[in-house]
């Protein structure tokens, strides 16, 4: 099994715990980076956002609440870890109200994301409403080689505050 395809597994039990876990207050589902665009190394993260409602609120009740899909994923991590896949997963948790106030996050995701569950097209609709505001500001994402940065305001003068 190539390695693209062992993530695809991976992927698919992880929507199934997901779903299962937060069953109606799971809004979307989103993996980005290298998993998101198709192209895993060994070593990649599974970078993830989950956008539920009702979310417990502080950085320790959400790792808690996220603690049992983990414990539902340990078993298939061990397995991709004894072929030598040494992967691990990296959430970001947000409510919808969260995800309407926009985030840095969504620079990575707007190329990478696939959706993996998208309730009433949720997430979708927030990223095509980021990327048209990043369209009105002109702004561009320019690779080097392997890297990217975001060039958000190319009319940029100093002191000009612009929001995204």
């Given at each position: ?20 876990h ?15 665009r ?17 979310l ?25 870890r004894s072929e ?24 990575d995701m ?44 190319p ?5 000009e505050?612009?929001?995204?």
């Amino acid at each position: 099994m190539t390695l693209s395809a062992r993530f695809e597994v991976l992927l698919s039990a992880l929507v199934v715990a997901c779903q299962r876990h937060y069953a109606q207050r799971l809004v979307s589902l989103a993996v980005f980076g290298s998993v998101g665009r198709g192209t895993p190394r060994p070593d990649s993260a599974i970078d993830l956002l989950i956008v539920a409602d009702d979310l417990p609120h502080g950085r320790g009740s959400l790792v808690g609440e996220f603690s049992r899909i983990e414990a539902d994923m340990a078993e298939a991590l061990r397995r991709l870890r004894s072929e030598g896949v040494l992967t691990e997963l990296s959430p970001v948790l947000k409510t919808p109200s969260e995800v309407a106030q926009g985030s840095l996050l969504f620079l990575d995701m707007l190329d990478d994301a696939r959706l993996l569950v998208d309730r009433d097209a949720f997430l979708e609709q927030a990223l095509e409403r980021f990327r048209a505001r990043l369209a009105r500001l002109g702004a561009r994402r320019i690779w080097r080689g392997n890297a990217w940065f975001w060039d958000l305001k190319p009319d940029y003068r100093p002191g000009e505050v612009f929001e995204l």
